[in-house]
Nanobody, 115 residues
Framework: QVQLVESGGGLVQAGGSLTLSCASS????????MGWYRQAPGKERELVAR???????NAEDSVKGRFTISRDIAKNTVYLQMNSLKPEDTAVYFC?????????WGQGTQVTVSS
């Protein structure tokens, strides 16, 4: 059983920064991809950014240039550095880890950006 534990959410003013962390109970290299998703009230969960086993990354258009996904293999942790936050970034952020067979999710961490 894989556990993904997110941390780092909180309340921040528009223009501020936060860094989210996702600690995995298993080597992050065992996953095809790891990523961050978010879900705002009344909206569907959407991909924010993703990193592959080989280190390739991609991000959703609205966060490109503001958010950066990275990882520390030794710590089995994936990060999401969020800069220039906007009120529309307010959501619950979920960590995801994907293999060919399974999709694992963390419990989510709330990010609230005030205007």
């Amino acid at each position: 059983q894989v556990q993904l534990v997110e941390s780092g959410g909180g309340l921040v003013q528009a223009g501020g920064s936060l860094t989210l962390s996702c600690a995995s109970s298993r080597s992050i290299l065992s996953f095809n991809t790891m990523g961050w998703y978010r879900q705002a009230p009344g909206k569907e969960r959407e991909l924010v950014a993703r990193i592959t086993r080989t280190g390739g990354t991609n991000a959703e258009d609205s966060v490109k240039g503001r958010f950066t996904i990275s990882r520390d293999i030794a710590k089995n942790t994936v990060y999401l550095q969020m800069n220039s936050l906007k009120p529309e970034d307010t959501a619950v952020y979920f960590c995801n880890a994907n293999t060919l067979q399974y999709n694992y999710w963390g419990q989510g961490t709330q990010v609230t950006v005030s205007s």
